[in-house]
């Protein structure tokens, strides 16, 4: 599905990505963990094409370079950030319909189903400005959730949420990995239990580059601090 190689990134004359190197197979979802400022925003960031990167990213066989971030999305490459990138003075559905048409599809029905699938359904014509935190990033993934399986990026989807919130989120997250199989996950969290419980496979970061991952097969978060 997606195999980056010798990624580098920089801000200005600072290198912020040396030579990341590491792949998520179709119907994968990867955890990424690393300690604040080590890049893993950076890196989904190059990905999704809102930063500028050298080395290689190549998604279904293809390479990306060239392509830009709405390129990319049409691909079925989803980027959610830590900031809900929505329209705040159009409603709840218009949000998700300008979305979706986006990437060719248009559908009421679903729209009306995704959104009751996040605990949306009562604020259908709400303004998208008029939510809650929580809800603005329930609005974000039922925006992100359409069309084929393809990448989805989740940088801390869970962040700055009540906890009744992020139970919706992690159900819905595991929603969509359970009703879309081919679909590829990378997901950063600083829980590292939560991104344990979801995630198949761990690549854990230093400042800059992978220094290691493992399979959450075997055996517990805490094996993570000790890879820190």
């Known amino acids: ?31 990424l963990v690393a300690p604040n400022g080590a890049g893993k925003t950076t890196v989904l960031r190059a990905i999704s094409g809102l930063a500028s990167s050298s080395g290689e990213l190549v998604y279904n066989g293809a390479s990306l370079t060239g392509l830009d971030a709405w390129d990319r999305t049409r691909l079925g490459i989803r980027y959610v950030g830590e900031r809900d990138a929505l329209f705040p003075t159009l409603s709840v559905k218009e949000n998700v319909r300008i979305a979706w048409r986006g990437v060719g599809v248009s559908k009421s029905n679903d729209i009306e189903r995704t959104l009751a699938d996040v605990g949306l359904a009562e604020k259908v014509n709400d303004r998208a400005g008029d939510l809650s935190g929580g809800q603005q990033r329930l609005l974000t993934l039922a925006m992100v959730s359409a069309g084929p399986p393809g990448l989805l990026l989740l ?13 919706v989120i992690t159900r819905y997250v595991r929603h969509l990995l359970n009703n879309k199989k081919q679909l590829a996950t990378i997901l950063i969290d600083h829980d590292l239990a939560n991104v344990w419980e979801i995630a198949d496979r761990i690549v854990v970061m230093g400042l800059g580059c992978v220094v290691g991952e493992v399979s959450t097969s075997d055996g517990g978060p805490e094996i993570l601090t000790e890879m820190f």
């Open 1 to 31: 599905m997606l195999k980056i190689s010798d990624l580098h990134v920089n801000y200005g004359r600072r290198e912020i990505v040396h030579g990341v190197t590491m792949s998520v197979a179709e119907g994968e979802t990867v955890g």
């Open 155 to 167: 940088d801390e989807p869970f962040a700055g949420v009540m906890p009744e919130v992020r139970k």
